[in-house]
């Protein structure tokens, strides 16, 4: 299985910015999606940003403008760079990765979806 590990969170002051990472503990062949996502307190999961099949980047209304999704295949990291923090940014955010790779000592491509343990974000003067 492909394992992801988010990092980089931790508290800022409004305005501020942090850049998450989400590192696959494997060698990704390609992916077919990924985002970031992130979850309040007794709130729902919610989608911030996301990048599917051909590039397609979608980001929540509320990040636009502020946030930035990107991903570097040769070192199998994805990344979420948050700038103009505000209060309401204040939540764990997770990483998700969908894709196939090689398992160990196999030819054939593996499919996987994965996510993270996600990193806290605290936004807060």
């Known amino acids: 299985q492909v394992q992801l590990v988010e990092s980089g969170g931790g508290l800022v002051q409004p305005g501020g910015s942090l850049r998450l990472s989400c590192a696959a503990s494997?060698?990704?062949?390609?992916?077919?999606?990924m985002g970031w996502y992130r979850q309040a307190p007794g709130k729902q999961r919610d989608m911030v940003a996301t990048?599917?099949?051909?590039?397609?980047?979608n980001y929540a209304d509320s990040v636009k403008g502020r946030f930035t999704i990107s991903r570097d295949n040769a070192k199998n990291m994805v990344y979420l760079q948050m700038n103009s923090l505000k209060p309401e940014d204040t939540a764990v955010y997770y990483c998700?990765?969908?894709?196939?790779?090689?398992?160990?000592?196999?030819?054939?491509?593996?499919?996987?979806?994965?996510w993270g343990q996600g990193t806290r974000v605290t936004v807060s003067s």
């Open positions: 494997k060698t990704i062949f390609s992916i077919d999606f």
């Open positions: 990048i599917g099949t051909g590039g397609i980047i």
């Open positions: 998700q990765i969908r894709g196939d790779y090689y398992p160990n000592y196999q030819r054939s491509l593996t499919t996987f979806d994965s």
